[in-house]
C-alpha cells in the first residue's frame, strides 16, 4: 500500500519480567508439522475513535504487554538443543525478548477504499507486520507482530503469529484478552492453560535442520462472498435433502457448496482427476482438552472423489461426503493420527504449488469470536487476512459483523474466480 508510512516500531514484553515463572514449552507434533509454513495473519477494521492519537497507541501499547503477562510464550522465542543425528529438538524459550508492536498511518486512504474493492488488494499485506516468514524463522524472530494502522475514517489491528506456536483458537484467545484488558479490566476472563498435550509415546521428537525454501504463489485473485443466516439456512436444509439425512452441518454445508462451486469452476467437462478437500479437525473438544489450552490442537484432515462424482452427484453428496469424514474423526481417531505423526514425522509445506490445484482448503471459523473485541472505542466492523497464507484452494471462513451470516474470504486463480463469479447456481446460493 503505497499511502502507508511506519511511524514506530518496537519490542514489547510483558510488564512483569516475573510475570509467569515458565521458562521453557515443549511443542507438541500439531506444533511442530507448522515449522516449514507461514504464520498466520488475521486482522479487524474498526470505526475511527474520539480520543486522539497519542492516547490511542499508548492504551494499546500498555493493554498488549498487559496481555503478555497472561500469555509470556508470546513475548518468547523458538529455540533448539541438539539431538543425534545432527537433529534438532524445538521448544519455546519464554524469555520475554518482546513481541512486535507496529504503529502505521494510512490517513490519505479510507476504509472503504479496501473493503469496497472487489477484489481485496493485494497491498493488505503492508498492514501486517513482520514481512515475508516462515515459522521456523521465530528461532530469532518476534513469534508474534502486531501492527496498529490509522486510516482517514478508522483503524486497522493486524496481527501475524507464528503457526508453530498457535492456532487460530489461541490467537483470538490473546486477542480477545487484550482487548478486555485494553477496557481497562483488572483481569482476563479466560486464563490460558500451559501444560503440553502429548500422545501415549509422551517423548520430545527430533526434527533434522529445516530448509527454508519459498515459492513465489502462482497469480491469485482473492474476494469475499457473504453468505445470510438465511441463505446457509437454505443451503443446509438442501444439502440435507439431497443427501437423505439430517447429520449436516450449517458449516459441512458451506463447505460442501465451496468444494462443489470450486470443482465445477475448475473443471466445467468433469474431466477425470481426484478433487480434494482439506480439514482442520480440532482436538480441543474430542480429546478433551483443558479449556484454554494453549497452542495448537487441529489434525489435517482431507477426503476426497473423483470430479466426475462430484460434479454428477452434486451438493448433497459432497456435504454427505464432508459429514461422514468428519463424523469418524472422534478422539481415539485423533490421538491414532497424532501417534502416527510421531512414528513417522513429516512437516507440511515446502513444495511447490501445482500447476493446477484440484484441492480446496477450509481454514479459520466462523465460531471465532471475532466481533466482541472492543478495545475501548467500539466492537470491529469487518476482518481480513493478510496475503502470506494464500494459495490456490484456500478458503477462510469468519462470522459475518451483522445478521448471523458467514464471510468466506476465498482465494483462487483468477481463471477459476472468473468462473465462479459467473456461476449461477453459486451466485444463486449466497442469495437464496
Not at 502429548?198 to 520430545?204: F, M, Q
Not at 484456500?394 to 472468473?418: F, R, S
Request: charged share 20%; with cysteine.
Amino acid at each position: 500500500m503505497t499511502n502507508i508510512v511506519v511511524i514506530s516500531s518496537c519490542l514489547i514484553g510483558t510488564t512483569s519480567m516475573d510475570a509467569d515463572p515458565m521458562s521453557r514449552l515443549d511443542l507438541t507434533p500439531w506444533d511442530l508439522q507448522l515449522l516449514k509454513l507461514t504464520p498466520m495473519q488475521r486482522g479487524i477494521f474498526f470505526h475511527k475513535p474520539q480520543f486522539d492519537q497519542s492516547s490511542l497507541i499508548l492504551r494499546l501499547k500498555n493493554s498488549f504487554s498487559r496481555a503478555l503477562d497472561f500469555f509470556p510464550p508470546l513475548a518468547g522465542r523458538l529455540a533448539a538443543d541438539p539431538a543425534a543425528d545432527n537433529s534438532l529438538f524445538y521448544f519455546l524459550d519464554c524469555n520475554n525478548a518482546g513481541a512486535e508492536f507496529v504503529h502505521a498511518d494510512a490517513s490519505s486512504v479510507s476504509i472503504s477504499d479496501i473493503l469496497g474493492s472487489k477484489y481485496i488488494p493485494e497491498t493488505v499485506s503492508d498492514l501486517f507486520p513482520l514481512g515475508e516468514y516462515c515459522n521456523s524463522d521465530g528461532l530469532s524472530k518476534p513469534l508474534l507482530g502486531v501492527q496498529v494502522t490509522q486510516f482517514a475514517d478508522g483503524v486497522f489491528l493486524g496481527c501475524t503469529a507464528n503457526h508453530a506456536v498457535v492456532d487460530g483458537v489461541s490467537l483470538w484467545h490473546f486477542i480477545n484478552s487484550w482487548s478486555e484488558l485494553s477496557r481497562d479490566s483488572a483481569t482476563i476472563s479466560k486464563l490460558p492453560v500451559f501444560d503440553r498435550w502429548l500422545p501415549s509415546s509422551n517423548r520430545l521428537i527430533p526434527l533434522p535442520p529445516l530448509d527454508k525454501i519459498r515459492y513465489p504463489p502462482p497469480p491469485l485473485l482473492a474476494r469475499l462472498f457473504h453468505f445470510s443466516k438465511e441463505s446457509l439456512g437454505k443451503l443446509k436444509s438442501k444439502a440435507n435433502s439431497e443427501a437423505g439425512t439430517d447429520k449436516i452441518s450449517t458449516l459441512q454445508a458451506l463447505s460442501a457448496l465451496l468444494w462443489w462451486s470450486t470443482t465445477r469452476c475448475r473443471n466445467p467437462h468433469g474431466e477425470d482427476e481426484e478433487v480434494r478437500i482439506l480439514l482442520a479437525i480440532g482436538a480441543r473438544a474430542r480429546i478433551p482438552l483443558p479449556e484454554g489450552y494453549f497452542g495448537n490442537a487441529f489434525n489435517g484432515s482431507s477426503t476426497s472423489m473423483s470430479a466426475s462424482e462430484m460434479l454428477e452427484r452434486g451438493l448433497g453428496h459432497a456435504a454427505r461426503k464432508i459429514n461422514e469424514h468428519v463424523a469418524a474423526q472422534g478422539g481415539e481417531a485423533v490421538v491414532k493420527t497424532v501417534e502416527s505423526w510421531v512414528r513417522k514425522p513429516v512437516l507440511f509445506g515446502g513444495f511447490p504449488p501445482p500447476k493446477r490445484s484440484t484441492v480446496v482448503m477450509i481454514a479459520s471459523s466462523p465460531r471465532h469470536n471475532v466481533y466482541d473485541n472492543d478495545f475501548g472505542w467500539g466492537k470491529p466492523i469487518a476482518a481480513l487476512s493478510g496475503t502470506i497464507e494464500r494459495f490456490d484452494g484456500n478458503i477462510k471462513l469468519y462470522p459475518a459483523a451483522a445478521d448471523g451470516g458467514i464471510d468466506a474470504e476465498v482465494c483462487l486463480a483468477p481463471e477459476t474466480m472468473q468462473a465462479m463469479e459467473d456461476d449461477a447456481e453459486f451466485l444463486e446460493t449466497i442469495f437464496m
